[in-house]
């Protein structure tokens, strides 16, 4: 591959640039990491037995056709996946929320799960219709009241925020806060040269009808008020987005932050203080000006040094 853009570089380079597109659009193929045994109940619409008890819902956005289900009764709490994942992974959260009197709503993005592939074909997406298929459930279903989402998905809805959603409260758990960096990686990666580089950005920007600088949470929120309450879960020790991401984030908007250690990318969802944090946030009424900037669990003994972002795997482009 690199030698491959290599050439493209200096032969053709427009071809180097939908070629590296194409990448970059590809959502890597994620092993589910289940979240944990609910309680027993009567299963259907109101509680919550597995992942297909809830009611169904479908609806067409960007030209794909979303599928999902919901649960419970009460104020709205979406769930918001991340890049190669599935609703499933935040199901952990469904019987607690439900518990606590709310109505839960999960979806499969588009070219993930068993959604319907998007406007670039089967297993391509962008951000970009992370953040449409967000503001198209929310429309559908009614107001949110809080939104609980997870890497790729909680970069999109803080842009749909920041675009003007209306939300109530929001758990960002191991947001990535600027593409940008993560794309230089992906260029250094494979090889390409500056010239593809720029029909690579150049390409972004087309699809998605606005520069790439409006996916930056950090320059953005800094110059916004009013913001909805946040709280940002990050594991130390996160190998796809960068933990220091998560910290900017939570400063920026500005919210609270709270860090876990040895539960990477995927297993924060599982865990039940993850889970439990989550719900006690969403639960909260009243803005947040009075809880501490860095609520953290202790740090255990760490004898792996973590990798920098150069050499972190960028979220949005494993499969490459």
Do not use: N
Not at 14 to 33: K, M, Q
Not at 48 to 70: E, K, L, Q
Request: charged residues 20%.
């Amino acid at each position: 591959m690199r030698a491959a853009f290599g050439t493209l570089e200096h032969l053709a380079p427009d071809a180097g640039g939908r070629l590296a597109l194409r990448l970059w659009c590809t959502p890597p193929r994620r092993r589910t990491v289940p979240g944990p045994t609910p309680p027993p109940g009567a299963g259907g619409a109101t509680t919550f037995t597995g992942p297909h008890d809830g009611a169904a819902f479908s609806f067409d956005v960007d030209g794909g056709t979303v599928t999902g289900r919901a649960w419970g009764s009460g104020p709205l709490v979406y769930l918001a996946h991340g890049w190669g994942g599935s609703a499933g992974q935040l199901h952990g959260f469904v019987p607690t929320l439900v518990a606590a009197g709310y109505r839960v709503v999960s979806w499969d993005a588009l070219s993930h799960g068993r959604s319907g592939p998007g406007a670039l074909g089967p297993h391509r997406a962008t951000l970009a219709e992370f953040a449409d298929v967000l503001a198209a459930v929310v429309r559908l279903h009614g107001p949110a009241h809080a939104v609980i989402a997870h890497s790729l998905g909680a970069s999109a809805t803080g842009v749909a925020v920041l675009d003007g959603l209306p939300v109530g409260r929001l758990v960002m758990i191991a947001p990535m806060a600027d593409p940008l960096p993560y794309i230089r990686v992906f260029q250094r990666r494979l090889g390409i040269g500056p010239v593809v580089g720029q029909r690579l950005i150049a390409a972004m920007e087309s699809l998605v009808g606005r520069p790439i600088t409006d996916y930056d949470l950090l320059s953005r929120a800094r110059r916004r008020a009013g913001l909805p309450p946040l709280l940002v879960i990050h594991d130390r020790r996160d190998r796809e987005v960068d933990p220091a991401d998560g910290a900017a984030t939570a400063d920026a908007w500005p919210g609270r932050l709270y860090h876990t250690t040895g539960l990477g990318h995927g297993r924060i969802l599982a865990d039940p203080e993850v889970v439990r944090r989550a719900v006690d946030f969403v639960r909260q009424t009243g803005p947040d000006s009075a809880l501490p900037a860095d609520d953290t669990t202790p740090a255990a003994p760490d004898h792996t040094s973590r990798l920098p972002v150069e050499r972190a795997r960028p979220i949005s482009q494993e499969a490459a």
